[in-house]
């Protein structure tokens, strides 16, 4: 059984940084395109960084929004992928998803979905 548990949320001021990560379980990380998406309140489920499998490279890309402030990365050994956000700002603020499906990543497209973790940027 896949599962997906994300951690690593919480409130921080505006310029601040947070690492979430997403412990995954039942075998397929390796092979998994991975993706963090977030929802604020009202507003619909975005996608905000993919990283490709091992096999394909690692590859990242990212939401305009987020380039130069977020990293997505994954450490293979540990079936995790993290989630490094820089210089947050308070319209970061949103439940952060990580999720697992295939090319082309959308949001109709995943397989699994993690329980989100709250991440609030405000002073």
């Known amino acids: 059984q896949v599962q997906l548990v994300e951690s690593g949320g919480g409130v921080v001021q505006p310029g601040g940084s947070l690492r979430l990560s997403c412990l995954t379980s039942g075998g397929i990380f390796r092979i998994s395109h991975m993706a963090w998406y977030r929802q604020a309140p009202g507003k619909e489920r975005e996608l905000v960084a993919t990283i490709t499998p091992p096999g394909l490279g690692s590859k990242t890309d990212y939401a305009d929004s987020v380039k130069g402030r977020f990293t997505i990365s994954r450490d293979n050994a540990k079936n995790t992928v993290y989630l490094q956000m820089s210089s947050l700002k308070p319209e970061d603020t949103a439940v952060y998803y990580c999720?697992?499906?295939?090319?082309?990543?959308?949001?109709?497209?995943?397989?699994?979905w993690g329980q989100g973790t709250q991440v609030t940027v405000s002073s």
């Open positions: 999720s697992i499906g295939p090319p082309p990543i959308t949001v109709d497209g995943v397989d699994y």
